[in-house]
């Protein structure tokens, strides 16, 4: 994949390396606060999820609040994995600045960290990572930017489905 080869050329000694475990960290709506749209939307990503092999961990929403603790959840799990020594390399594919004492932390007990964000805008969306963040990681990836390199651009344009306007929401990766 676009990450294993990007960790590949910046860490010495990974020649034979590989994404063992993924996970997204999502809130989630009941079905009962989600409409129609959101939760075809919601099931979709899952079976995009699934089939990457990329392991789901949802979170509930609180009734009233956008809030579902799972910043937190994310970096508890990267942070017990860091400290059992159980990875390498974690790549935070976020541009949240919140994320800066977990990248700090993982650096402290020799995990290397990378953050891999979208860098875009489109309309009122807009993609960024933090400036704090990408300086507190040992490196960076804007996978936006793959899509310009002649080398990339064929994988690049593979990872992402069609958007379909039915389904709502914005396109994912696949």
Known sequence: TLIEEHVRAREQ?????????????????????????????????????????IVAKYHPMSGSQAESGTDVALAVEALEMGLAAKMDVAVLVTGDGDFVPLARELMKHGVSVMVAYFDYEDGEYKGFANARL???????????????????SASFRSLFRKYDPEEGGSPTIT
């Open 13 to 53: 000694g990974y020649t034979h390396n590989n994404i063992v475990y993924a996970a997204w960290f999502q809130g989630l709506f009941t079905s009962t606060q989600a409409d129609e749209a959101q939760l075809r939307k919601e099931r979709n990503r899952y079976h995009d999820l699934m089939h990457a092999g």
């Open 134 to 152: 990408l300086s507190a990681c040992n490196y960076e990836l804007n996978v936006n930017a793959l899509e310009a390199r002649k080398e990339t």
